[in-house]
């Protein structure tokens, strides 16, 4: 594989700040109200060179979200393939929360709302779906394989369970509500997959 040149380190580098600063303007403004100046000011570069990285607005909301998906996927090829697939579930859903909700600054679910309807637009991002969805779906099967998720439980349903952790920003009204802690959110999450898994 050949080492990336000092251009692309600092061009990914860029990116990776842009996408940061993208994300915490959805927080702070939505969509509807950050523009493309408010993120060059924000990173400190011009807009000329910010189009260079992306085209327009709706491409740098939805290269966020992909962003986000992609970490989630990577994640879970991340752990010890040794450990049980149950184990590599739960350490999963445990992740995806923290990563997720764990910062209150990073609450754009009003932004998300937006940004849905564009991202059915673009197939990159059904790909990543798709993708982080089967990978979901062979731990759940090897679970069952393993006698550790009863094996009637539809894995579509539960693999949309898990991607709604990711997906739906209503778990922030119940933070920003005091409806539930952090703390809660995890362990009622772990916990209803904890009595998918038991036996009758």
């Known amino acids: 594989m050949t080492r990336p040149t000092l251009k692309e380190r600092q061009l990914k580098l860029r990116e990776d700040a842009i996408l940061d600063s993208t994300l915490q303007l959805l927080a702070q403004r939505g969509y509807a109200a950050m ?22 607005k709706e491409e740098l909301a939805v290269a966020v979200v992909l962003q986000k998906v992609n970490q989630v996927a990577a994640y879970v090829r991340s752990i ?9 579930l739960r350490e999963t859903v445990r992740w995806i929360i923290h990563k997720r909700f764990g910062d209150r600054a990073f609450d754009f ?8 309807p564009l991202l059915k637009r673009h197939s990159e991002y059904g790909g990543c779906e798709q993708m982080l969805g089967s990978v979901l779906e062979c731990l759940i ?13 539809s894995t579509p349903v539960l693999v949309q369970a898990f991607l709604s ?8 009204a119940l933070l920003r509500e005091g ?8 362990t009622t999450l772990i916990g209803m997959l904890s009595c998918q898994t038991a036996r009758g």
């Open 35 to 56: 523009t493309m100046d408010d993120v060059a000011n924000d990173v400190g570069i011009s807009k000329a060179t910010l189009y260079q990285h992306f085209k327009s």
């Open 80 to 88: 010890d393939p040794a450990l049980p697939a149950i184990v590599r």
């Open 109 to 116: 679910a009003e932004a998300e709302a937006t940004i849905k």
């Open 141 to 153: 099967e090897a679970a069952k394989a393993d006698g550790d998720i009863l094996p009637h439980l």
């Open 165 to 172: 952790c990711i997906q739906d920003g209503a778990y922030y």
């Open 179 to 186: 409806k539930c802690t952090m703390e809660e959110l995890e």
